[in-house]
């Protein structure tokens, strides 16, 4: 009965660490939103007569910010190509036959 304990435990371990990382993703994008936001306010108010809004110097922020936000939601949201979950597993089993085995050693 303690292995399902053990299994379970790893389960919830694992389970409580992607949803961390999704409210992270979630944090994240909830200030790049304020933050352009509040620029794109501070933009408007400060431009010149007849000057457009639509000029590259009021989009940097919001552009390079936004391929940070994509990096990490890809990171969060989508499998790794290589490193997937099946991947994860098992080194997680083979780590912990290399602990009890150390352990019985000593």
Known sequence: MEKAT???EIKYQEALKRVKKIK?????????VVINGMIVIANIQNLGEAESYFQFKNFTTAFFWGIGLLAHGLSV????MF???DWEN???REL???EKE???WQ
């Open 77 to 80: 949201f989508l499998p790794t």
């Open 83 to 85: 490193l997937g979950q």
């Open 24 to 32: 992270g993703f979630y944090t994240h994008l909830m200030v790049y």
């Open 6 to 8: 053990s299994e379970d």
């Open 96 to 98: 912990m036959e290399k």
């Open 90 to 92: 098992r080194k997680i």
């Open 102 to 104: 150390t352990k019985n």
